[in-house]
Every structure is written in structure tokens, then in C-alpha cells.
């Protein structure tokens, strides 16, 4: 055996130094006397030192014993500490959550899990980075984010689980200034006379809606491309075009008459939000909880 020798060595070594009996140590370690001093011996021959000697009341450590028990002992207090905190963690007292999700799957369909998964475990960090599907798959292909969640379409990898968790509808919304066209049932052709206001171009709502009015004979150059849903339905709000939204982010304004929604010849195809995870990593026990409790 080299001077690393076996750890299970030193695991007796600490225990023995530690109480100063090798009965007490096999105790502790829960094998025979025999077997502690077996391993002792290994132990010294390895490192060609003795590391004990008897005395009335029991094993006292030799000076090079006392040197290798300074070390040892830092370090089996490390390891300990190490389980405890590996225990800690599957415990969920502490530990970390990282989920990807846009504005739209966090405030309408996340917010209130993290809400309550928060309320059930407080030493739980949760790190949520706030970005369109693309960028949220693109986190979790390369293991920055332990799942995702998502609005339909996306293109998804082999690697890629994907559960559909809730339906969201697309709607084009007005306001006063484009009462002509309320409670009218409209071609889509009729949108390239009008002034648009869409999400940017590398969001998956606005790949969806690009590619559905494709079908029609609509490719659409909008006047307004914005960031956020917030910032279309605002800008709706003001007149300057018809916006294109999830229904979640105008229903205040559908409610109370300040925007309306247009109505067409065709139906809009509902999407969902999904619960996205890669199977090349194992998330930590904190993220399955919180995706158990979610699904």
C-alpha cells in the first residue's frame, strides 16, 4: 500500500486518535477490535511510522501520530460536513433551482408554483433567467438551467423531454381608433392594410403566427417589433396598430372596452406551454420536486 494508502485506514486512524480506544473506535465504526487493529497496522507499515502507543488508559498518539491527526481531522471534518450537506439537500432544506422561462410562461402559468414550492421550501434558491424558447433550449442543451418552461412551437432536440402543461391562444387586438373593423369576421389578407405591432423575430409566438399567416398568403412586414408582450399591448392601447398577443397578456383591456378583439375567416391554432428537460443531465433533487409539483 502507497502513503495514500486506503482511506478506510484513515477512517479508523480518526476514530482511534479520536476516542483513544480501539474498543470505543470499534464501537463507533461498528466492526471488530481485530479489524481496527488490523487496519492501524496497515496503516503505520504504509507510511513506515508508529502512530500509537498504549498507555493506562488506552492509545495515545506518538508526535508523528499527532501530526497526521491534525490533517486527518480537517479533512474528515470536511467530509462530513460535505454529507451533511448532501443530505441537507435531499432533504430540500437548502439547495438551488435554475429554470428557464419568457414573460408570458412566467407570469401566467409559472408564478404560482414557484409561489407555493417557495412557502414549502424556503432554503430553496431559485434562479430563474428570463429569456424567448430559443434561448431557454439553448440553456438547457448545455446544462445551465436544470428544465425549461416553454410555449409551443419548438424545435426539440432527441435529448429533449417536452410535456404539454397548459393552453394558450393567440389573438390580434384593436383599440378605438379600428372600431370599423369590431365585431367584423375578417380575411387575414386584410392585416397587410393595417399597421401591425409583433414580438421580434426570434421569439416562437412570432414564428408561429409568421408561419401560419404564411398559409394564407400573408407575409407581414409590422410597423412595431418589440420586445416584450407588455410593450404591444401598451402600444395597442395608443392607437398605433393591431397588436399580436397571447390573450393572457389583453384580457384586462378585452374586459373593460379598451381593446377589442379582431375576429377572421379562419381559426388561429392554439399552442401550449410545456415543461422541458434534457435526459443528458440528472437534475438535483430540488428541480424534480418543483417539476413533480408542477406536473
Not at 487496519?39 to 502512530?51: F, I, P, R, Y
Not at 401598451?234 to 398577443?245: H, K, S, Y
Request: charged fraction near 25%.
Amino acid at each position: 500500500m502507497t502513503g495514500e494508502g486506503n482511506l478506510e485506514y484513515f477512517k479508523v486512524f480518526y476514530y482511534v486518535a479520536k476516542s483513544g480506544s480501539v474498543t470505543r473506535a470499534a464501537g463507533e465504526l461498528s466492526i471488530s477490535q481485530p479489524a481496527v487493529s488490523q487496519s492501524l497496522k496497515l496503516l503505520e507499515k504504509s507510511l513506515g511510522v508508529v502512530l500509537f502507543e498504549r498507555c493506562s488508559r488506552g492509545m495515545r498518539l506518538t508526535a508523528e501520530g499527532k501530526v497526521l491527526y491534525v490533517y486527518v481531522e480537517k479533512g474528515y471534518g470536511q467530509i462530513m460536513q460535505g454529507v451533511e450537506q448532501v443530505i441537507r439537500m435531499q432533504n430540500l432544506e437548502l439547495g438551488e433551482v435554475r429554470i428557464g422561462a419568457s414573460d408570458m410562461t412566467l407570469r401566467f402559468y409559472l408564478l404560482p408554483f414557484l409561489e407555493e414550492f417557495h412557502e414549502k421550501y424556503p432554503g430553496i434558491k431559485v434562479i430563474v433567467t428570463n429569456g424567448p424558447t430559443p434561448q431557454t433550449l439553448q440553456l438547457l442543451q448545455e446544462g445551465k438551467i436544470d428544465f425549461g418552461v416553454v410555449s409551443t412551437p419548438f424545435s426539440s432536440g432527441e435529448d429533449l423531454c417536452a410535456v404539454p402543461v397548459r393552453e394558450i391562444e393567440d389573438v390580434f387586438v384593436a383599440g378605438r381608433k379600428f372600431m370599423a373593423y369590431k365585431n367584423r369576421t375578417l380575411d387575414f389578407q386584410e392585416l397587410l392594410k393595417l399597421p401591425m405591432i409583433f414580438l421580434e423575430g426570434n421569439t416562437s409566438t412570432r414564428s408561429c403566427m409568421d408561419a401560419f399567416l404564411a398559409k394564407s398568403g400573408v407575409v407581414l412586414q409590422p410597423e412595431f417589433e418589440l420586445a416584450t408582450s407588455d410593450m404591444i399591448v401598451q402600444f395597442a392601447l395608443r392607437n398605433l396598430g393591431i397588436g399580436c398577443v397571447a390573450r393572457e397578456f389583453a384580457a384586462e383591456y378585452l374586459e373593460s372596452g379598451l381593446l377589442f378583439e379582431l375576429r377572421f375567416n379562419k381559426r388561429i391554432p392554439r399552442r401550449n406551454f410545456c415543461v422541458v428537460r434534457s435526459e443528458k443531465w440528472q437534475p438535483p433533487t430540488a428541480a424534480r420536486k418543483l417539476m413533480e409539483l408542477i406536473l
